[in-house]
């Protein structure tokens, strides 16, 4: 039972694909005949080979959008294809800052629902069922679209494993950007690479993560000299975020970064849900903690109930001795 | 200068969660407050305000049973007036119904700038802005962790996957902003008595043109299946540090080669 032809929104950066595209068009190949993807920027060349490998038979672009935000012209560009007849059963967005807009604009043009923090996808019969993890991820709901085509299906980082499918490159093919009338004008005039010593927080293989027990904003440079010692990304709770002591880029949660490292250390942090929801897929979780009752004892395989002020430099410093 | 805040009233964040087992949603008969998010979002636009020295600040909000109590936390804060929709058609609306709804309310104040947050503390759709801007046809940015009027412009600084981008969009706009980035003020004893008799403007659908049918359960464009408990992680080994923990944490991740 599958569905004909399934649309991905793609994105790379300096010529990389995206790994969230490379996980959604893995699954788009398991629903559906055809799939195809819509790329905007100047090099859909570039990514064609990548695209292709993981089962996009074709690559519709944009072209360089010459610093406008992706949203208003990949979705203007996507309407009127649809609108032309061209319409697929389904689109897959990943969950990312560009994937939301573009959705949710297309959302609108087209007056269609958009179901979103997907984690599956499943097609039974002429039914597309989007599976959502709520409660922090304790309770998984099952919806379908009702009323017709296309489906709009935002998906979670992380949620199916990239796979090649041996596939050539996908076949190019420019499209035009309709005119954004009185949506268009946002426009990028600078980008700021924020300097970041070791691994992305995403794909890091160990996470070292603070929370609101550290105390003040000054004790996260325990965490920081930890991540350091291991080779490790830091990562921060929504609390401390919010208190301002690091970035929102540092942010693991339901509304930051879902991560899924071999060992995620949490210090200081508590396991609110919408945390969990963040880090719950780690493959091994150490949770340092001095409420013995704190939720992330829960899911951890190691918990230490004890005050991160004393363990973490304990911990710093035998790491040092042993070089 | 008008600036529209859309803000959310929404059960505590505190208290857990709970389906209508009849419906599937989100139960939302509990006491409802300002969306923490939300929150930011009226705090950049009285600091915009103040800054420009001129315009004001106009809350819009969509809740069930004329709900005020999170309108008035903002309104004390120092927004000036509020629109607020309520109507029993709107329940069971998806993102697309909302911000169907917030841009008719929305074009009753005629802004400037409109300010949501990215995504609200209990649906986390995340879609709703762009959805919102795309009815209002007005141009958008999104994520914004700084923003800044200028030239005639808004001027803001865009969160992405390896940093920020600074983009500039013309006005009328929508921009979304993430927490974080200010501080929101405590509303003063003042602000608390002077909100009490802010205008707080109670519409329907009716009011607002809209159709029953696109909006609510009927507007959905979905059904939900099945609700179930999702498998849950086991937890592992716990001890309690007496002076040597770190030396199992260590051991631990030794046994896992990662060190």
Redesign the interface.
């Given at each position: 039972m599958a569905l004909s032809r399934v649309w991905v929104y793609a994105q790379a950066?300096d010529g990389d694909v995206?790994p969230i595209t490379l996980e959604i068009l893995t699954k788009a190949r398991a629903l559906a005949d055809t799939v195809e993807c819509w790329y905007a920027g100047a090099d859909a060349d570039a990514v064609a080979g990548a695209l292709g490998a993981h089962g996009a038979t074709k690559v519709y672009t944009t072209g360089d959008l010459g610093g406008a935000?992706q949203?208003?012209p990949v979705?203007s560009a996507m309407a009127a294809a649809i609108e032309g007849g061209d319409a697929p059963d389904l689109i897959m967005f990943g969950?990312?800052?560009d994937g939301?807009?573009v959705?949710?604009?297309l959302?609108?043009?087209l007056?269609?629902?958009?179901?979103?923090?997907n984690v599956d996808i499943d097609v039974e019969g002429d039914s597309v069922?989007t599976v959502e993890?709520?409660?922090g991820?304790?309770?998984?709901?099952?919806?379908?679209?009702?009323?017709e085509g296309p489906f709009l299906a935002?998906v979670r980082p992380k949620s199916f494993a990239a796979e090649e499918s041996g596939g050539g490159a996908a076949e190019v093919v420019t499209v035009d950007v309709p005119d954004?009338?009185?949506?268009?004008?946002?426009?990028?005039?600078?980008?700021?690479?924020?300097e970041r010593e070791g691994p992305q927080l995403d794909e890091a293989?160990?996470v070292v993560a603070g929370g609101r027990g550290l105390g003040d904003a000054d004790k996260y440079e325990m965490v920081e000299t930890l991540a350091k010692q291991?080779g490790a990304a830091p990562g921060a709770s929504?609390a401390i975020?919010?208190?301002?002591w690091v970035p929102?880029?540092y942010q693991v949660g339901?509304?930051g970064k879902v991560v899924k490292p071999?060992?995620y250390?949490a210090a200081g942090i508590s396991g609110a849900t919408q945390h969990l929801v963040g880090m719950?897929g780690s493959a091994?979780i150490?949770a340092?903690n001095k409420d013995?009752e704190a939720p992330i004892?829960?899911?951890?395989?190691?918990?230490?109930?004890?005050?991160v002020h004393?363990?973490?430099p304990?911990?710093i410093e035998?790491?040092q001795a042993?070089g | 200068m008008n600036v529209v805040v859309c803000v959310k009233q929404i059960p505590d964040p505190a208290e857990?969660?709970e389906?209508d087992p009849d419906t599937?949603t989100l139960k939302r008969d509990t006491k409802l407050i300002l969306d923490?998010s939300d929150s930011y979002g009226v705090e950049m636009a009285l600091q915009l305000v103040d800054n420009l020295g001129e315009g004001e600040v106009t809350l819009v909000s969509m809740a069930p049973n004329n709900e005020t109590s999170g309108l008035r936390t903002a309104l004390a804060m120092g927004a000036a007036r509020a629109i607020l929709v309520s109507d029993d058609a709107l329940a069971g609306s998806?993102?697309?119904g909302t911000?169907k709804v917030l841009a008719k309310a929305i074009g009753r104040a005629e802004p400037d700038l409109v300010l949501t947050a990215?995504?609200s503390?209990d649906g986390?759709?995340?879609?709703?802005?762009?959805?919102?801007?795309?009815?209002l046809?007005?141009?958008?940015?999104?994520?914004a962790?700084e923003i800044e009027i200028a030239d005639g412009k808004v001027k803001v600084q865009?969160?992405?996957?390896?940093?920020?981008?600074?983009?500039?969009?013309?006005m009328p706009?929508v921009v979304s902003v993430?927490?974080?980035?200010v501080?929101p003020r405590y509303p003063s004893f003042k602000g608390i008595m002077a909100a009490k008799s802010k205008p707080v403007d109670e519409v329907g659908i009716g009011d607002l043109g809209l159709d029953g049918s696109a909006v609510g359960w009927a507007g959905?464009?979905?059904?939900?299946?099945?609700?179930?408990?999702?498998p849950?992680?086991e937890?592992?080994?716990?001890?309690?540090?007496e002076?040597d923990?770190?030396?199992?944490?260590?051991q631990?991740?030794d046994e896992?080669k990662?060190?």
């Open positions: 950066a995206a935000l949203g208003v979705a969950t990312t800052y939301r807009d959705a949710g604009r959302s609108a043009k007056d269609r629902t958009v179901l979103t923090n069922i993890p709520v409660f991820g304790t309770t998984n709901v099952r919806t379908t679209f009702s009323g935002l954004a009338g009185s949506t268009g004008g946002a426009t990028i005039i600078e980008r700021h690479v924020e293989a160990v291991l929504r975020v919010d208190a301002g929102y880029s339901q509304t071999t060992v250390i719950k091994n150490v340092i013995p004892f829960g899911v951890s395989d190691l918990g230490i109930v004890g005050d004393k363990v973490m304990k911990l035998a790491l042993r | 857990p969660g389906l599937n923490e998806d993102a697309l911000a990215t995504e503390s986390y759709t995340g879609t709703v802005p762009e959805q919102l801007a795309e009815l046809g007005l141009p958008s940015v999104t994520f962790k865009r969160q992405t996957e390896m940093g920020y981008d600074e983009v500039e969009c013309p706009a993430t927490a974080g980035v501080e959905a464009g979905q059904q939900i299946v099945e609700v179930a408990a999702a849950s992680r937890a592992g080994e716990i001890v309690e540090d002076g923990a770190h030396e199992k944490i260590i631990f991740l896992l990662v060190l």
